[in-house]
């Protein structure tokens, strides 16, 4: 018969809290996009109006993915708490979403830009809102000591 080994189990003090953990994996995950978004952003807006055409219909689809993806994050923020970047970004997505591009020589160019500027005003909304909800740990008084956030 094969030897088990038994395992014990750790101190409360030492586990893991999984909420924590998967939070904190999540933040990273959420970080990690936005900064992908930010770098297609980015590399869209470099993008010149003389390039061909397959290279800006790439960018557009990516752009697409991405700002679809942030868009579901913005539109998880109360209405209230989602500031002028939020409210513009999603407006400037409904909109692009139910026109496309213009028929224009400079549509679909146009389209990719404005998707580039919807992008980072998603991403700008998703990092002030989760800034302004981390919990403030010390209150710093100048020539007294900190004060917790739970004090009178």
Aim: negative net charge.
């Amino acid at each position: 018969m094969p030897e088990q080994s038994q395992h014990d189990r750790p101190p409360e003090s030492e586990m893991l809290d999984v909420g924590t953990a998967l939070g904190a994996v999540c933040d990273a995950v959420e970080e990690a996009a936005e900064d992908e978004a930010l770098r297609d952003a980015a590399a869209a807006l470099a993008i010149r109006h003389t390039e061909d055409a397959a290279a800006i219909a790439a960018m557009t689809n990516r752009l697409l993915t991405r700002v679809e993806g942030l868009a579901v994050g913005v539109e998880r923020i109360p209405v209230c708490r989602r500031g002028a970047s939020g409210v513009g970004a999603l407006a400037t997505w409904e909109r692009l979403k139910a026109q496309g591009p213009a028929p224009d020589p400079l549509g679909n160019w146009s389209y990719m830009r404005t998707l580039a500027h919807a992008a980072r005003g998603m991403v700008h909304s998703l990092r002030e809102h989760r800034a302004a909800e981390q919990p403030k740990v010390f209150i710093g008084r100048p020539g007294l000591p900190p004060l917790t956030p739970t004090a009178p």
